[in-house]
């Protein structure tokens, strides 16, 4: 996704990355939304680079606020997969036990092929 950073206009990769340029990084609800409005999610290829230069021209863009608290309610109801790090650690777990299970199994086999 192509985006214009809204703090100093340069162009980045996504809209919620950090710039590379400024270090901008939006962290707010409403800071996120205005990134989401100079993004290609938005914006043609001739409305990113306007609103680049404008910003780069130190003129600013104007944004539609209403449209800016709308995607900002979304964000903020959003639902977020809270346990995803959870499962993932879980079933990592079960893999790694089930790994090693294994490897005691096959040892074992091969002790007593050697015994026999």
Same mark, same amino acid.
């Given at each position: !996704?192509?985006?214009? %950073?809204?703090?100093?206009?340069? !162009? /980045? =990769?996504?809209?919620?990355?950090? %710039?590379?340029?400024? /270090?901008?990084?939006?962290?707010?609800?409403?800071?996120?939304?205005?990134?989401?409005?100079?993004?290609?999610?938005?914006?043609?290829?001739?409305?990113?680079?306007?609103?680049?230069?404008?910003? /780069?021209?130190?003129?600013?863009?104007?944004?539609? @606020?209403? /449209?800016?608290? @709308?995607?900002?309610?979304? =964000?903020?109801?959003?639902?977020?997969?809270?346990?995803?790090?959870? =499962? !993932?650690?879980?079933?990592?777990?079960?893999?790694?036990?089930?790994? =090693?299970?294994? !490897?005691?199994?096959?040892?074992?086999?091969?002790?007593?092929?050697?015994?026999?």
């Amino acid at each position: !996704m192509a985006a214009v %950073c809204v703090a100093c206009g340069a !162009m /980045k =990769i996504g809209a919620w990355t950090p %710039c590379t340029k400024c /270090k901008h990084d939006a962290t707010t609800d409403t800071g996120r939304a205005r990134a989401l409005l100079l993004s290609d999610r938005n914006l043609d290829a001739a409305g990113l680079a306007a609103a680049s230069a404008s910003l /780069k021209a130190g003129e600013g863009v104007t944004y539609d @606020e209403d /449209k800016v608290r @709308e995607i900002a309610v979304g =964000i903020a109801t959003a639902p977020v997969p809270s346990r995803i790090g959870l =499962i !993932m650690v879980t079933v990592g777990f079960l893999l790694l036990v089930g790994a =090693i299970g294994l !490897m005691v199994v096959l040892v074992i086999r091969w002790l007593i092929s050697l015994a026999a």
